[in-house]
């Protein structure tokens, strides 16, 4: 299933969001910053990377059940769309 911004839209603010924090984190390990800071920045970055993708298997099962309500075929099946959604967890 191709993705399109307006489907994921929420999901690239998140990972733009998440990029930024990253950078943070590099930059704090680079100026020698405490371990514990530099960890709870990191865990920050890993639970919006999570969410991303959460929401992009969320758009991706609206945007399957939205196909099969007009008649078409979903571009995915549910065993593809959990499949995805477990390779997050």
């Known amino acids: 299933m191709e993705m399109s911004e307006l489907m ?3 999901a690239v603010t998140r990972l733009r969001r998440a ?3 990253l950078a943070g984190v590099i930059g ?3 100026a020698g ?3 514990s800071k530099v960890l709870t920045q990191l865990a920050a970055v890993s639970k919006a990377l999570d969410r991303a ?3 992009i298997v969320a758009s991706g099962m609206r945007h399957c059940q939205a196909a099969q ?3 078409e075929e979903a571009p995915m099946s549910v ?3 959990e ?3 477990l390779s997050l967890a």
Do not use: S, W, Y
């Open 83 to 85: 499949k995805l959604f």
């Open 53 to 55: 993708g959460f929401k």
């Open 33 to 35: 910053e405490d371990c």
């Open 79 to 81: 065993e593809e769309l």
């Open 69 to 71: 309500a007009r008649g």
């Open 19 to 21: 990029h930024g924090q």
């Open 28 to 30: 704090m390990i680079e």
């Open 8 to 10: 994921v839209g929420d």
